[in-house]
């Protein structure tokens, strides 16, 4: 028995629909946790008689129930920037050693370069933790490491809200090139990995787009495609975290996000996310999708809005 966190969020849930449309499971073969068993997203999975049972990590005894006579679980990040999301991962650990669980697969990042046991971002310290925990724990591991979406690169690429005609720069504290990936893609590969789960003990697996691109780099494709003139400019963390409170680039409740994000610029700008792997071609057994190829969904507002709550999913 597998047990699946997550399936309601955009990589979870992308993992479920291939899950459910492919068979690669059947019903009998896994359970659901989640914080919101009634979600409209778990719809499909329920009528096809999967199980769901209520989870949540701010509750780990709920958790004992959910993961109770699994044998693995696919543990997906809390999505939190905060400093409470280690403790939520370390808590959900805890309760699926406690009823039995043998292994565990995690969802984390691709940065911290090769190896990811080291990062200048701030999102990626909970990770570091988790991963740390967890090969200590005496349970099973697979690490699932997930590149920067790439419906993400206007949030990484300053902020920048596709919709604002008005708009002549975007500001970055560096740059530095990333190897995007499609999300939905990831979210299939990962339904390939669940799939066969106990093949994938002890692996760490990057998943990355086929190439990496510097902020101006996709910005000149964004130019290029829009008609637009728009010009990148680095100013240094200080400078640009000042720039976008002046400007205003977020709301007032998500001000905070702004030094978060400094510090995943300043990981980019040191090559921590700029390698490509080979896994997720291999997984999927295609090319995964480039910039390019995504340009008609990536660089209109209507497609893509500015989204900083799907960066705190992810990552």
């Known amino acids: ?31 659901i946790s ?9 719809k499909a999975a329920i009528s096809a008689g ?51 669980v043998k292994h565990i697969l995690y969802t984390s990042l691709a940065l911290g370069g090769i190896d990811g046991e080291t990062s200048k971002a701030d999102v990626m310290q909970a990770h570091i933790l988790t991963t740390a925990y967890l090969k200590a724990s005496g349970l099973k591991w697979t690490i699932l490491r997930y ?9 990484v690429t300053g902020l920048h809200d596709l919709s604002d005609d008005t708009a002549t720069e975007l500001v970055i504290p560096e740059d530095g090139a990333i190897a995007y990936a499609d999300r939905a893609e990831m979210g ?51 400078g640009a975290i000042r720039y976008h409170q002046q400007k205003g680039s ?15 610029s300043t990981a980019f700008a040191a090559g921590e996310s700029d390698s490509v792997d080979p896994a997720l071609e291999k997984i999927l057994g295609r090319k ?17 809005a500015l989204d900083t709550y799907d960066f705190r999913e992810t990552q």
Not at 34 to 42: D, F, T, Y
Not at 57 to 80: C, D, G, R, T, W
Not at 250 to 264: S, Y
Request: no cysteine.
């Open 1 to 31: 028995m597998l047990v699946l966190t997550g399936a309601t969020g955009g990589l979870g849930g992308a993992a479920l629909t291939t899950i459910l449309e492919e068979q690669l499971l059947n019903a009998s073969e896994f359970r």
């Open 34 to 42: 989640s914080s919101n068993p009634q979600s409209a997203a778990l």
């Open 50 to 100: 999967v199980e769901v049972r209520y989870g949540s990590m701010k509750q780990p005894e709920s958790l004992e129930h959910s993961f109770a006579a699994a044998e693995a679980v696919f543990l997906v990040s809390y999505p939190s920037i905060g400093v409470e999301r280690y403790e939520l991962h370390k808590a959900a650990i805890d309760a699926a050693r406690k009823v039995g």
């Open 147 to 155: 590149a920067p979406y790439a419906h993400l690169w206007n949030v």
């Open 188 to 238: 299939e590969a990962t339904a390939r990995v669940l799939a066969h789960w106990s093949s994938f003990e002890g692996q760490t697996l990057r998943m990355t787009g086929p190439e990496a691109l510097t902020a101006k780099q996709v910005l000149q494709m964004y130019n290029e495609y829009t008609g637009k003139s728009v010009e990148l400019r680095e100013l240094g963390i200080d």
């Open 250 to 264: 977020l709301p007032p409740e998500q001000i905070d996000f702004l030094a978060n994000w400094a510090t995943m």
């Open 288 to 304: 995964p999708k480039t910039i390019a190829d995504m340009r008609a969904s990536l660089f209109t507002a209507n497609t893509n």
